[in-house]
């Protein structure tokens, strides 16, 4: 059984001051973009894990990687004991990129393995483990476009009314997501009440390329150039290549260009690629579906 699931730009990104459980209150507008990780399960003797793909020697293969603490978190509510399937993971989304890739990878083996075992849970049951995974991981799931509070779990679908186009310029290098939110506490010490924009709720909802360049937000970008400044200079090769809007993707350090359609994308992908400020560049459409089966093996 093999899930494909997407990688996500947050097109806004409210963050509120830390709460007293160590999470930020978030206004958190997500969009699933065309880049995919493929999760790949079967029958084993044992949880075992492996990746291929871009990246690959970057990922946990052991318990801790959120693939397998949604095998086991599907096993133990189905009273399965300790899973005994096989997880592959063929990446597609950049890893430790801002890009929810192992929220994705968590989404898809949850998804799998429902479909292995039979367990037939609910789609409120695999959102409640999602939400009990992480923060990004029921976006996953869901894929389209939403609004995300609490801290991002809580999930409201979004209308969208047109496709818009992104390039996505892969760093060198990673960011640690507690550390970018630790580095927003210093430099935001008294940061407000996290709110979702009304005009570019409306951009995403009438298509309007403009308009939603116009309003796209990052609270954590400030934190992330902090403690990656070389991402500034992506940003402005991405501007000067014709990016409407140029902003880093999560916690980075994947920055992300909206363009005015797809040509306009494959150009700005050459300007960066030749700019000597990133390792590759990728052009995806958006908005793209949430975890979805594309082969059943048995």
Sequence with gaps: MTVRVPAKVNVQLAVG??????????????????????????????????????????????RTNLAA????????????????????????IPVA?????????????LVACDALWGTRASREELLDICA?????????LVGGAALGTGRGEKLQLLDVGGQFWWVFAVADGGLSTPAVYREFDRL??????????????????TGDVRALAA????????AALSLFPSLQATLDAGTSGGALAALV???????????????????????????GTCRTARVAPSPAPGAARVFEAF
């Design 17 to 62: 001051a830390a709460r007293p459980d160590g999470f930020h209150d978030l206004a958190n507008v997500f969009l699933a973009v065309g880049l995919y990780d493929d999760v790949t399960v079967e029958p084993a003797d044992s949880l075992t894990l492996t990746c291929t793909g871009p990246g690959s020697d970057q990922v946990p293969l052991d």
């Design 69 to 92: 603490r949604a095998a086991i978190a599907l096993a133990e509510r189905h009273g399965l004991g300790d899973p005994k399937v096989r997880i592959h993971i063929a990446k597609g």
């Design 97 to 109: 990129g801002g890009m929810a890739g192992g929220s994705a990878d968590a989404a898809g083996a």
């Design 132 to 140: 009990e995974l992480g923060s990004d991981v029921p976006f996953s």
């Design 188 to 205: 935001t010490p008294r940061a407000p009440d996290p709110v979702a924009s009304p005009a570019l709720l409306d951009a995403l909802r």
């Design 215 to 222: 309003t796209v937000t990052n609270d954590l970008q400030p």
């Design 249 to 275: 993707s999560g916690s980075g350090p994947t920055t992300a260009f909206l363009a005015a359609d797809e040509a306009a994308a494959h150009r700005i992908a050459d300007a960066l690629a030749t700019s």
